[in-house]
C-alpha cells in the first residue's frame, strides 16, 4: 500500500482486494493475502472482513509486530523470517529470531514461513530450524 498515494489506494485498490476476498470467502476459499512492500498504514483495513476468516503474509517491509497490535486476533499471520537470514545465518540464528517473533506476537493465528517466499540459496539446515523452532515454540 505504501506503492500508492491513500486516495487512489482507498478509491482503486482496496475496494479490488475486498471484492476478491469477499468472493474467495463466499466460495468456502480462505483468502491468503500476500503483501508486498509495507502496509502497515492500511493494515486496519483488513478488519473489515470476518473475524477469523483471512491470512495476512507479509513479505518483511509491513511490521508484523504491528500488524498483530492492530488486528488481534482478527486474522492469522503468515511470515516473517527473513530470506536473508535463511541464506547466509545459522541455524541457531534462526531459532533466536522465531522464538522473539513468537514471543512478541504469540503462537496462536501465526504461520511461520520465510518472508515473502525462500530464496533459492537458503541453507536446509536453516529451513529445518525455522520449522523446528516454530514446533517448539508455538
Known amino acids: 500500500s505504501a506503492m500508492v498515494a491513500p486516495k487512489i489506494w482507498d478509491e482503486l485498490v482496496w ?16 483468502p ?37 497490535k492492530v488486528l488481534g486476533d482478527h486474522a492469522a499471520l503468515m511470515g516473517d523470517v527473513p530470506p536473508q537470514l535463511l541464506a547466509t545465518g ?25 518472508g515473502c517466499d525462500a530464496p533459492a540459496n537458503a541453507k536446509f539446515e536453516n529451513m529445518v530450524a525455522m520449522f523446528e523452532a516454530a514446533n517448539e515454540w508455538s
Open 90 to 114: 545459522t541455524p541457531e540464528q534462526v531459532k533466536d529470531y522465531v522464538k522473539r517473533l513468537l514471543d512478541d506476537i504469540g503462537p496462536q493465528g501465526v504461520f511461520i514461513t520465510p
Open 15 to 30: 475496494p479490488s482486494m475486498y471484492e476478491m476476498g469477499k468472493a474467495c470467502l463466499e466460495n468456502g476459499i480462505v
Open 32 to 68: 491468503t493475502f500476500h503483501l508486498d512492500q509495507n502496509w502497515d498504514r492500511d493494515i486496519e483495513r483488513f478488519k473489515e472482513f470476518p473475524a477469523k476468516s483471512i491470512i495476512i503474509n507479509t513479505d518483511g517491509m509491513t511490521d508484523l509486530r504491528n500488524a498483530r
